[in-house]
């Protein structure tokens, strides 16, 4: 059988990247909320200079999206996919009864305990 995915988790394997997860989206939400402040000053220092920026703000600006980026990539190098940064929800493709479909999760989850199509999406979680 043919199936979208190269890599599809168990229940259990999933399980077990959770607190990976938690970790990850903390970074990513951190260095989120760092960047946007510094862009939120550096917005203000750009009116007052009339564009020339540089130095710290500019650094701690970059070394957030790097942050962000390498948080982002972590989660999806693994083959989860990720829907959704801010509520940390993710799926991980799975094969339920010989067929392809994902177990959901979000970051305010204690445990997996939903699965849906991959065509339903969240509306369309069904209990495990």
Same mark, same amino acid.
């Given at each position: 059988?043919?199936? +979208? ?5 168990? $229940? ?9 997860? /938690?970790?990850?989206?903390? !970074? $990513?939400? !951190? ?6 402040? !510094?862009?939120? +000053? ?20 970059? /070394? ?10 972590? $989660? ?10 801010? /509520? ?6 799975? $094969? /339920? ?32």
């Amino acid at each position: 059988m043919s199936y +979208q995915f190269k890599k599809h988790f168990g $229940i259990h394997e999933a399980r077990a990247l959770l607190p990976r997860l /938690r970790d990850a989206f903390k !970074t $990513i939400h !951190t260095a989120r909320d760092r960047l946007l402040e !510094t862009e939120h +000053q550096l917005a203000a220092m750009f009116q007052k200079s009339g564009g020339d920026l540089g130095g710290p703000k500019v650094a701690a600006l970059a /070394r957030a999206m790097i942050e962000i980026h390498e948080g982002l990539s972590e $989660i999806s190098s693994r083959g989860i996919q990720i829907k959704d940064v801010d /509520r940390g929800l993710v799926d991980f493709p799975h $094969i /339920r009864d010989g067929r392809e479909v994902f177990l959901c999760w979000e970051l305010e989850d204690d445990d997996i305990e939903f699965w849906h199509d991959l065509d339903a999406g969240y509306p369309g979680r069904e209990r495990l």
